[in-house]
């Protein structure tokens, strides 16, 4: 698995699932994400993005959730893998701090 940091924390992680010699496959992807305590609605604000595509646009957890501290997923199907699966949050804001950035 591959990490790949910015100014504000993690950016993007590329994970391998295809080993060289095998062929291209389709995967259904979950992700389970929970927002901090304190957090509010409008404060992380963030598209997901899987194989370089946005799947998600605007994506708000507590939001979606409607609470924090608690678990949330997300799932996304027919996502085409060649070799590694890349994730990548992108932050709505230009440059987020801390309390505004994703979380992965």
Known sequence: MVFTSGARGLTRADVP??????????????LYFMA???DQPGQRIFDIKLQD?????????????????RAFMVEFTNIPVT???????????TAPDAAHQPLL
Request: no cysteine.
């Open 83 to 93: 070799s590694d699966l890349a994730l990548e949050l992108v932050s709505s804001q």
């Open 36 to 38: 901090l305590a304190g």
């Open 53 to 69: 595509k946005t799947v998600a646009k605007g994506f708000d957890l507590v939001a979606k959730a409607g609470v924090t501290q």
């Open 17 to 30: 699932l295809i080993g060289k010699g095998q062929p291209a496959a389709t995967y259904t992807v979950r």
